[in-house]
């Protein structure tokens, strides 16, 4: 079991950047494959990037390709979500998902993992 702490939320104008951070407890973090999920209010959560536990391989929904750039470094058991171009549709609660030895596939399914508690990008234009 992992936990997950997330931060780096807060209020930008459309335009503007955020770089969103989680940090996982655990001997074995190298084994998790990260996502970044998203909630707005009325809405249901939505995958945003996830990352694989090997090589890299990265996958991001349609809304943010090419604005969003998600990263981790092993070494210090984090994983990073860079947003650039901010919308105010992307005004949400980000929430990260760590799954063990997932695919990049299963990496976007809402419906499981571990998370941590959020943290809030309001985004004003």
Do not use: H
Not at 113 to 120: A, V
């Amino acid at each position: 079991q992992v936990q997950l702490v997330e931060s780096g939320g807060g209020l930008v104008q459309a335009g503007g950047s955020l770089r969103l951070s989680c940090a996982v407890s655990g001997r074995t973090f190298s084994t998790y494959t990260m996502g970044w999920f998203r909630q707005a209010p009325g809405k249901e959560r939505e995958f945003v990037a996830a990352i694989a536990w090997s090589g890299g391989i990265t996958y991001y929904a349609d809304s943010v390709k090419g604005r969003f750039t998600i990263s981790r470094d092993n070494a210090k058991n984090t994983v990073y979500l860079q947003m650039n171009s901010l919308k105010p549709e992307d005004t949400a609660v980000y929430y990260c998902n760590a799954k063990l030895l997932a695919t990049i596939q299963a990496a976007t399914n809402p419906l499981s993992g571990s998370w941590g508690q959020g943290t809030q990008v309001t985004v004003s234009s």
